[in-house]
């Protein structure tokens, strides 16, 4: 909590001190906000809120180190719906599929909108790309090019890169573990996700872990995320304290990240897929009739780069830790990734899906049992929404509580808090199928919801089982000599969680079919 008191109090003011004075400042606005209401509105049942919250800050104060571990346990004591103050915002937060996706998908229309803040405004460019522009005309014209450009029958065409850049994380890994006692493998998968995506978008690639530009992206994605989250826009939830922002800097750097860094590294980027020969995502963009102009381009890059290299980053990560603590696990996948390779003397891709049930099972289970990001992101209601007895109302934020969400009882029925791999075997449609058929139908939650699902879903699935399938295929992950990862802390990086600093040992099999 301390960088919530640094952000809120540069000036040191001790905690017992400030909060008084800064409830008796705004205790007015706290009042009048609370006598405002609409007096045409149906009445309906009030949203249960944690009891942690002061005047005006809300819950911003309450809800810890890692936000997302406060919220779960607030929905063990409140149950599957809850209102939480942030600040001048009113969030609700959901932790049952059946209400996520009947406000989120059914309502669609009315709440499939983001909420802007500084940074979302800095990074959109006003309101260009994907991620954090609101549901408009431009929205959707970019969401429809990008869809084309990664649809299934286009990733197809690069599966080669992606398995080649598998086989060079592989490379890494091994030789790493050779040279050292343990391999902290979140850089390295850093490096294969980043790679991937730039062979793909701009038909290029970084030479090393080590190569300036690539150190450089990987900072300015770092950075996003963090800027991203509570603790750096304080002002978009508490707007009297805009002028705070002024004495720590917080917003000059955020656009300094952007004007100066993002925009000339990515239009440098976009400039050189072009005068490539060989096809990529820029010149599909460009030689296709879509209408985007040089900010939707830079914009929407950066979407594809930022939510396709740390996402799939962090969810092999955290792969990596169950396998380490699920052995047997392990073994299974391995000696399944065996029997094709014996069959069909090469590696599988994500075409071969179905004949390695088990593999593509435990990749399932691995996003469900661990999310990627707490909770997913947020959702703008534009529209009154009448959810059952609870009424959400127009500029509402509606977040979804992952961990939680994922481990639902109703809807996990079988060992929600075990880690089972078996549960999805007679569940083998791809993720993108998944994610768009019923809900009863769907595997886990992680590409989010409705109008806002991730239109990338083909490609992070083929990514995710290239390296899954490759570090196996040659590896056996075994814990160094300190023990086992923490699979239980997590450490908050903005919009994603990361499992606390680990090694393991990437040992190469004796009896790999694959040289």
């Known amino acids: 909590m301390e960088a919530y008191y640094k952000a809120l109090l540069p000036y040191k003011l001790e905690k017992e001190k400030a909060l008084p004075a800064i409830a008796v400042t705004l205790a007015v606005l706290y009042v009048t906000s609370k006598l405002i209401s609409s007096s045409n509105k149906k009445p309906s049942k009030e949203i249960p809120m944690h009891k942690s919250a002061y005047p005006y800050i809300g819950h911003l104060l309450s809800l810890g180190k890692i936000p997302s571990k406060t919220m779960e346990e607030w929905h063990n004591e409140l149950g599957p719906i809850m209102k939480i103050k942030m600040g001048a915002q009113t969030w609700i937060s959901i932790d049952s599929p059946r209400l996520a996706h009947q406000l989120l998908v059914i309502n669609g229309s009315k709440t499939s909108s983001r909420p802007e803040s500084y940074f979302s405004h800095t990074y959109s460019i006003g309101e260009k790309g994907m991620i954090f522009s609101p549901a408009n005309k431009n929205w959707k014209k970019i969401r429809s090019a990008v869809s084309s450009a990664i649809s299934p029958s286009q990733i197809n065409i690069y599966l080669p890169s992606i398995e080649n850049q598998a086989k060079k994380l592989v490379d890494r890994l091994i030789e790493t573990t050779k040279k050292e006692s343990g391999v902290h493998p979140y850089t390295d998968l850093q490096f294969f996700s980043v790679n991937t995506i730039f062979a793909i978008a701009f038909g290029r690639k970084f030479e090393s872990i080590n190569d300036p530009d690539f150190k450089d992206l990987k900072d300015q994605i770092e950075e996003s995320m963090a800027y991203s989250g509570i603790e750096y826009d304080l002002a978009t939830y508490l707007p009297i304290f805009s002028i705070y922002d002024f004495f720590t800097g917080v917003q000059a750097k955020i656009r300094r990240l952007v004007e100066e860094r993002r925009n000339p590294s990515f239009q440098k980027f976009i400039k050189e897929g072009l005068q490539r020969t060989d096809h990529n995502l820029v010149k599909y963009l460009e030689e296709g009739d879509f209408d985007l102009s040089q900010d939707d381009l830079t914009v929407a890059f950066n979407d594809i780069v930022g939510a396709g290299t740390d996402t799939i980053a962090v969810t092999l990560t955290w792969n990596i830790t169950m396998m380490v603590h699920h052995p047997q696990v392990q073994l299974k996948a391995q000696e399944e990734i065996d029997r094709f390779i014996k069959s069909n003397d090469r590696l599988p891709t994500i075409n071969d899906k179905e004949e390695l049930p088990y593999c593509f099972s435990v990749i399932k289970e691995s ?99 290239a390296g899954f399938v490759s570090i196996l295929s040659r590896c056996s992950i075994v814990p160094t000599d300190k023990g086992m990862p923490d699979i239980n802390g997590a450490i908050n990086c903005g919009l994603t969680v990361l499992p606390l600093p680990f090694k393991v040992k990437f040992v190469e099999r004796s009896n790999s079919l694959i040289k």
């Open 367 to 465: 996003m469900r049992y661990k999310s990627t990001v707490p909770y997913g992101l947020p959702h703008l209601v534009d529209k009154d929404v009448q959810l059952g007895e609870y009424l959400i109302e127009k500029g509402t934020v509606v977040v979804t509580s992952m961990n939680n969400l994922q481990r639902n009882p109703e809807f996990y029925p079988d060992m929600p808090e075990s880690f089972v791999p078996e549960r999805y075997m007679n569940n083998l449609k791809s993720m993108q199928a998944a994610v768009n058929g019923k809900l009863e139908e769907r595997d886990h939650f992680a590409f989010g919801w409705g109008r806002r699902i991730c239109p990338g879903i083909s490609l992070a699935e083929a990514e995710i089982f």
